[in-house]
Structure formats: structure tokens, C-alpha cells
């Protein structure tokens, strides 16, 4: 439906044009301004397709309307038909027509005419419409292609970039395959091959030219061709892949190199079906090579660290081991698996006292610092105590601090140490013995020196026969006290020298204790000790108890303690005994002396066995003595097989108790004659006596003839030889040993050629090594030692 509007500030005026349209152009809508301001608003709203428009208005006239209808985009294609007051106003169209307006209608309004104008109006709009929108059509059509021609020339330039900048991306890649330094290389499915980098071609030894001429299987050499058909193919022809280590085979040179090859399939783009079979290998010679070092050098560490002395373990930083060698197995006593993960503290490897100072350490490594070498005392498992020296250190381990501890175990060297300080401790001592041992000594040999000298002056022409008997009676004492100590002396010098020899004999021990008692009682009686008593106290009444062993030796240790025994008991009792013991799953016979002496301490009771060591060390010594006596009877003791000790109080007396092995199978062997042999006579018998000191010859010429002896003397070993060629009633030589022009021995041997039975005594200093050996040897029957003592002499010559 056509829209029409008409503006006029006269209503009547509307009326008229309303009822003309409505009269003559049926269907047209109507619209009606009665200023030109709403007409203004109206047109823009309705948009008519003609406008009638007054031109005389208040306010605002037609033309000030028509010209703001014809500037506004929203209207100025609607024709306007502006109505004059006369025909002939040409004034008035003109203006308009300046203005914009379309056509002009004269007032009075003629209704034909204003149809007909209408009309012209409406269809003058309708075509102009229909071309503007076939413009519109047109301009959006070349707007649209426009867009389509942009948006192609952009997309045009984008493929180039792209392609530009895939063309360079494939050059790179050319590039960087064709230079490098793996192998890299294309091959047909069937194995030939149709590329291959340079460094391809360096190591299978094929030139460019020839890469196409060779198949992939000529490079792999026979050993690993297995590998390759079964594993590598396979995985390939299922359009996978296959990594892992390979050897190729130079074609050249037929080197060896070791690679690590990834291989694939390269797959068709549309089919997808495997084309071509990819390889790029990498050169593992160097890797292997550092690999074979390094698992040397671990390997050389592991050892270093299981079979280290020292013990080497790694705790955390809260003392719980990590590991630990062999030596630190060793060291504990528990087993690695035992130790992993356990805190020291927990499996308690010190004492509460030594864990501060570990665990100060601890702290110290923890924070970066090393500690030690610090001294502990370890707990063993077994609850053996060991010392050890330990070192911290503290070692990052995947940024991770851990302590690396060292353990030492110096026992030995703690031993050592001890020795050292006992060894010191002994050479004070023993210098300080030195010097009590000279004291004492010159005490001891002074004494009995003393009587002999000031007695022998005694001796004279005044003394009367009582004190000459007196006299005499001392020096023998005294002399015989000095070779008591002197013995004692040699003794212990030859124990310790290890030249004492021990000569075992079955032996009745009975009689042999009753003879010591005879002689202790006679000591006792000198010593004027009548208030003790001596007695004897065998549990075996076995009388013909027989020991196996050496009686001389025997004898000296139980003359030594029984001596002891009255030298420092007063009053009171003196007892030796001894019974059949089992000690150590061995029979032995347990001698022991008691007493009810003065005692000893129980501190000293150790060292008084060893030599010079007496109780009381002191000058003002009561009792006398050496403090030999008891090391040469522990000593000896020892040689015999046994061993000794002591139980005592002190002010209550002392029992000393000693062993000697008591074998039974031996008690077969013949006893040895426990009865000296009936006294002989000898008066009327010749010996020589061999001796180049006047003084020894006058005492044993004096002796022998008290026992009706002839005596004949020679002075040398020569003359000894001489007079028993020449005397034939010589029954006995008494031969000296040292003498000058020739030696005891020798005359001996020679006298023994051609007198064989006839008995010989050695005189022997005793105390010299090898003395007594050396003359059995010498074919002597029998030895006496100086200073002779005259019984024993007398015995032995009527024994032979
Ligand atoms: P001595 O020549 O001094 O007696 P010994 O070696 O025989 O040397 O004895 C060493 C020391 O042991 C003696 O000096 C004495 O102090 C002590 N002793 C030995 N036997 C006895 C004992 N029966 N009673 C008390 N003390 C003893």
C-alpha cells in the first residue's frame, strides 16, 4: 500500500487533499502534518512515497522543509510536491526547484490534478526504488567479490610463505642429514639401498656412485645377520620400529664398528602401505669404550672398597648405615644385611658414655666438615671390645649428604702402646732393682766375708783349741753361706741362659722328703728356732710313690721353700706335704710347704717370684736374703712341667704349693737306688790328684789321708797321663779341669785309652756352662763342682 503524507498548517486544507486521494487513488494510506517539524518526523518514520507540502507555514515554511527533507539521507528520495498559491508564481517554483522539490501544485487545490501529480509521483517512485535497489543488488554483489578476490590474493600469499618457508625448512633438513655425523640411510623394502649420508658412506666404506648398487644386509657382518632377520626385519615389516645396538661391517676395510641403530619404516601418504626402510645409526665406539673404562674403574673401587683392612661404611645424616665392605663386617661382627638401615645408636656399637663424641661427629660431617681420627671402643656383636681409630667424611651422593666413615682397629698398636709403657715401667723398675740389687748383694756377701776374714785372723798362734774349733766352725759357715748365695747366682744366670738341662729318673719320693726333713732340722737347730715345729703331711701313704722326674732339681726347690719357711716363721708349725691332684686333665703330684710365718701381703704375692724381688725392699731388711731363691724355684718348676703358686695372709703364715706331672706309665722303668751302697773301706787306695793350685791339692791331700788314702799329685794334665802310665796301683783320679800345659779333658781321653776302667772324678767349676756336660763327655765317670764339700767327695770316691 502507497503511503502519502501531506503537510499543511491548515486543517481544512488536509481535509480536502485526504478526501481527494481517498476519492481518486484508492488503497493509499494517509498521513497528515499540520507543521513542518512533525511532517519532518512523520516522513522519516512512515516513509511515504510522496509528500505534499504547503509552502506557507508559521514556524518553519515549505522550502525550509522541502530543503531538510532533501538533505537527510532517510528522505530525500521521496518526491515532494509542494503546493503554490498561484499558477504563475514562477518566483516561488524556481526556488523550490533549487531546493530539491519534485513538482509544484497551485492552489485552489484541483483534485484531478492533484491525483494525476500524485499519481505521476508514485510511480516516478516506484521506479526509482526499483533502481535503487537494483543498485543496492549490484553494489553488494561487487562488495562480496571484492571480498572473495581479497580474502584468494591473501591466501595466495600466505601458500607462498608456507612453501617458502618448507622449501627452506627441507633444505635445512638436506643439510643437516647430508653433514650429519650419523649414519643415516633410505633403503628400498627389499634391502637396497637409495640414499646414504656422508658419514654413512665414511663408515661402510661406499662412495656416493655407489650407494645404489649395494644392499643393507652386505654391511651387517654374519654374526648378527640372526638378529637382523629375525628381530629387526620382522618389527619392520609390521610398520614398527626396532632400536638397539648393531655392528657394521666397513665394506672397505672390513672394520668393525659398534652403533646404536634406530630404524623405521617410511609409509606411502595415501596407501599407508610401508615404502621405504629408514636407518639412522649412531657410533657407539667411544661410548663403548668409556663404558668398558668405567665399569673397570667401578669395578677396581668395588674391590678397593670390599677388600680394604680398613672397615668402610656410609651412614645418614641420622647414623643409620647405608653400607658398609667386608672389613666393617669383620670388624662388628654382624652382616651387612644385619647392618643396612640400622642405627648405630640402636644396635648400642658404643658405650653411653663414648655416644656424645659420636654423635658430635656426626654433626660435623653432617654440616660439611671432617672429623678425627677419633679413638672409640666398638661393641662387637659377639660382646668383644675392640678400640678403633674412626674418621668421618662427609660425601654428596645425588645431592644428598651422606657420611663416609673409616674404622681402624689398633688393637695391636694399643698393645703395643701398653708394652711400651710396661717396658718403660720395667726399666725404672729394673733400675731401680739394679740398685737395691747391688745394696742388697754387697750386704749379703759382705756378711758372711766378713766373719771368714775377721775369724781367719782370729786364728793364731794365741787362740786357744776351743776357739780355734769355734773359729773355724764360723768361717765354715760363713763360706758355706757365700756359696749358697753363689750358687744361687750361677743358678739363675744359667736358668736363664737356658743352660740348665734336666735329667729325669724315676724317683721314690718318700725317702727323698725325709731326707730333706732330716736336713731342715739341722738348719732349724742352727738357727736356734726350737719354738716351730716340722712336719711331714703325706694323704698318700703309698710309700713307694715313684715320680719320674729330676730329684737334684726337686730337691733344690723344696730345700728353697723350706728354708723360706723357717727363715720367716718364729714359732709355730712348718708343714710339707703333697698328694696325687688332677690339674688341667693332667695327674700331677701337688707338693706344698706351709707355714705360720710372718705372711706376705697379698700385693706383693706375684712379684716375689720373679728375681731379686723380695717383700721388703728396704736396707733395713730383717731377714736377709737375695729374693733368687724363689725365681730360681718357679723357674724350675716350670722346667720340670709343673707351676707354682702361693696363698698367704699376712701375720698368718703362708702355704707355697707347686706340681710336677705324675705319669704312671712311667713308674715301670728301674728305679733309681734310693740306699747309698754300704760304706766301703778305703784305706790303702792310691788316687791321683790332678791340681796346679798348691792350696786345693793340700786340702784334698789332707782330707784323703784322714780316710787312709795314698794321695799322689800331678800338676798338669801331662804329668797326670805320665803317672798313670808308670802307676799302676792308682785306683782313682781326681782331675781338675782348668789347668795349664794340657786340660783335664784331654788327659781324660788320653788316660782313658789305655786304662779304660780306670774311674775318673772331674773337679768342675760347677757354675760354668757346660762344665759337667763336657766331662761325662770326656769319658769322666763322675763330676764333683768346687768348693768341694768334703762329705760329698768322700762319698763319691767310695761309690766308684
Ligand atoms: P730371699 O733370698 O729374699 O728369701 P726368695 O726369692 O726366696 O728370696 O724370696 C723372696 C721374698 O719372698 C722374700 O724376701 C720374702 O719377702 C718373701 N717370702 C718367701 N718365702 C716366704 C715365706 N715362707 N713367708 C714369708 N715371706 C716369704
Known sequence: MKKILAIDDKQENLITIKAVIKNNLSGCKMFTAVSGKEGIRIARKEQPDTILLDIVMPQMDGYEVCKRLKEDELTKHIPVVMLTAIKTDSESRVKGLNIGADAFLSKPIDSIELSAQVNVMLRIKEAEDGLRAEKEQLDQKVKERTKELQRANKKQKQDIVERKRIEEEMHKLVAVVKHSSELVNLSTLDGKMIFLNEAGGKMLGIEPHEVENVNIMEVIPDHLIGLVEKELLPALMKGGTWEGDLQYRNLRTAELTDVHAMTFTVKDPDTLEPQFLANVSFDITERKRLDEILQSSEERLKILFEFAPDAIYMNDPKGNFIDGNKAAEEMLGYKREELIGKNFLKLKLLSAKEVPKALKSLAYSVVGKK?????????????????????????????????????????KRKKAENSLKIALKKSTESDQLKSTFLATMSHELRTPLNAVIGFSQLLNKEASGEEVEEFANRIHKSGSHLLEIIEDIFDITLIEAGEIKITKEKQNIRPLVEDLLVMIKTEQQKLNKHEVDIQLNSTNKNHDLHLFTDHRR????????????????????????????????????????????????????????????????????????TGIGLSIVKKLTELLGGNIWVESEEGAGSTFYFTIPYDKLKETSKPRS???????????????????????????????????????????????????????????????????????????????????????????????????????????????????????????????
Open 371 to 411: 672429623t678425627g681420627p677419633d679413638e672409640f671402643l666398638l661393641n662387637r656383636k659377639d660382646g668383644e671390645k675392640i678400640p678403633v681409630e674412626i674418621s668421618t667424611y662427609p660425601v654428596k651422593i645425588k645431592n644428598k649428604t651422606v657420611v663416609l666413615g673409616i674404622a681402624r682397629d689398633i688393637t
Open 554 to 625: 726337686l730337691k733344690q726347690i723344696l730345700i728353697n721353700l723350706l728354708s723360706n719357711a723357717i727363715k720367716f716363721t718364729d714359732k709355730g708349725l712348718i708343714e710339707l706335704g703333697y698328694e696325687k691332684k688332677i690339674q688341667h686333665d693332667q695327674h700331677v703330684l701337688q707338693f706344698y710347704v706351709n707355714d705360720t710365718g710372718i705372711g706376705i701381703p697379698k700385693e706383693k704375692q706375684k712379684l716375689i717370684f720373679d728375681v731379686f724381688r723380695q717383700v721388703d725392699d728396704t736396707h733395713t731388711r730383717r731377714y736377709g736374703g
Open 674 to 800: 734310693d740306699h747309698p751302697k754300704k760304706k766301703q773301706s778305703l784305706m790303702g787306695k792310691t788316687v791321683l790328684i790332678v791340681e796346679d793350685v798348691k792350696s786345693s791339692f793340700d786340702f784334698l791331700d789332707y782330707l784323703l789321708k784322714k780316710s787312709g788314702i795314698e794321695p799322689v799329685w800331678a800338676k798338669d794334665g801331662k804329668e797326670a797321663i805320665k803317672l798313670c802310665k808308670e802307676n799302676s796301683s792308682i785306683d782313682l783320679v781326681l782331675m781338675d779341669i782348668n789347668m795349664p800345659v794340657m786340660n783335664g779333658y784331654e788327659a781324660t781321653k788320653e788316660i782313658k785309652k789305655f786304662r779304660s776302667k780306670l774311674p775318673i772324678i772331674a773337679q768342675t767349676a760347677y757354675a760354668i756352662a757346660g762344665d759337667r756336660e763336657k766331662s761325662l763327655a770326656a769319658g769322666c765317670d763322675d763330676y764333683i763342682s768346687k768348693p768341694i764339700k768334703a762329705e760329698l767327695l768322700m762319698e763319691k770316691i767310695g761309690k766308684l
